[in-house]
Nanobody
Framework: QLQLVESGGGLVQPGGSLKLSCAAS????????IGWFRQAPGKEREGVSC????????YYADSVKGRFTISRDSAKNTVYLQMNSLKPEDTAVYYC????????????????WGQGTQVTVSS
């Protein structure tokens, strides 16, 4: 069974940092494009950042450029999202997902999803 499990969420003050992890079981992440998405209360789920299977291509939403960094560790079968300079508007449930293509970092491209991890940015 293909599974993705996110971890690393929590409560952080504005300006703080968190590092999210996306671990896979049942398959090798290296063969897939991995995306991070988020959904805030009352809002639609949106793409935050995606990384190609090779790690050579990246996408960042304008709202997180310069603050978030996506990376992958093949040995650990894990993809990370380093989030710095966090803002209250970054508060959301963050999901990782896997895709067989490198596309536009949009939801329809992704077929395997994790359960999500809550990130709350508040003083």
């Amino acid at each position: 069974q293909l599974q993705l499990v996110e971890s690393g969420g929590g409560l952080v003050q504005p300006g703080g940092s968190l590092k999210l992890s996306c671990a896979a079981s049942g398959f090798t992440l290296n063969r897939y494009t991995i995306g991070w998405f988020r959904q805030a209360p009352g809002k639609e789920r949106e793409g935050v950042s995606c990384i190609s299977s090779s790690g050579g291509s990246h996408y960042y939403a304008d709202s997180v450029k310069g603050r978030f960094t996506i990376s992958r560790d093949s040995a650990k079968n894990t993809v990370y999202l380093q989030m710095n300079s966090l803002k209250p508007e970054d508060t959301a449930v963050y999901y990782c997902a896997a895709s067989t293509i490198w596309g536009l970092c949009v939801i329809p491209e992704y077929s395997v999803w994790g359960q999500g991890t809550q990130v709350t940015v508040s003083s």
